[in-house]
């Protein structure tokens, strides 16, 4: 399982790097980033180094932040893995709330973050088809 912080931003220029920058204030290492918008607000997804740390901070400085779970998993850069691994989880019956990706682990496989409603099953029925599930401290 892997930590994720759920910060909610204004959707307005500048509001990204004022988390960016909050984020390097504190000396926390953003390993991950994805953005969801809506017209009013932006929910930015980020896997750091030291979460706990990360959402004390932002919050501190008048962000909204919520910790989640989510899965990572280790897909070779190969035509159809993406697929192979939805399949898995389709057929195990697995919802995805969001999935984004990142590959800044040098010189290893990228990494497809996701969230459900089913972490343990989802797991399970991964590890049983012999995908690589990525652990917080693999990163």
Known sequence: MIKQLS????????SLMQVTSALT???????????FDTPEFGIL???????????TYLTSKGFVV??????????KDEKGNLNRM?????EGRININYIYSFVIREGRAPVMVF????FEKAARVLEAAEVKVVKEADL
């Open 25 to 35: 204030e504190a000396h926390i290492n953003i390993r991950a980033i994805a953005s």
């Open 115 to 118: 969230n459900t409603d089913d």
């Open 66 to 75: 919520r910790i989640h779970d989510v899965i990572g998993v280790e897909l």
């Open 7 to 14: 910060v909610f931003v204004e959707n307005r220029p500048g």
């Open 86 to 90: 939805l399949s898995i989880l389709a």
């Open 45 to 55: 997804r980020l896997v750091v180094d030291k979460p706990a740390e990360a959402k």
